[in-house]
């Protein structure tokens, strides 16, 4: 929907599927680095200890675009340990961090079209490393 995956991208082990995003420019990243949870729900998250993103950062200076996958899980952790990030006037980085809707089918609040169109958004910024 978003991009070209080959058709048995679902099936291919975990490390091979990280592989191909890392080759068309996409990394995938944690916010909380561990946690307790009683359910499987992002709200029962506690005792969380966020990643090290800033790091993270400097480690990759290419990082254009940070798109947050969810208003609940990333969202709410993104913006409660790294709110400064988030704050055009002190994000001096020249990246951009695009707030979207969780790509998990236990979000029903929007159709799979739409969550794609906006997810779309990302494209221009994995572009650039081509």
């Known amino acids: 929907m978003v991009f070209s995956f ?5 099936e291919l082990p975990y490390q091979k599927r990280l592989d191909y995003l890392t080759g068309e420019g996409i990394a995938i990243w944690d916010v909380i680095e561990s946690c307790s949870r009683k359910r499987s729900s992002d709200s029962s998250i ?4 966020p990643n090290d993103i800033r790091g993270f950062l400097r480690e990759h200076p290419t990082i254009r675009c940070i798109a947050l996958n969810g208003k609940t899980g990333a969202g709410h952790w993104f913006q409660r340990y790294f709110s400064d ?10 990246f951009v961090i695009l ?5 998990s089918p236990a979000y029903a609040g929007m159709n799979l079209n739409d969550k794609a169109e906006l997810w779309r958004g990302i494209l221009p910024y994995c572009m650039q490393l081509k």
């Open 99 to 103: 707030p979207l809707p969780s790509t």
């Open 6 to 10: 080959p058709s048995d991208f679902p």
């Open 46 to 49: 506690c005792d969380a200890i």
């Open 85 to 94: 990030l988030m704050d055009p006037e002190n994000n001096d980085t020249g």
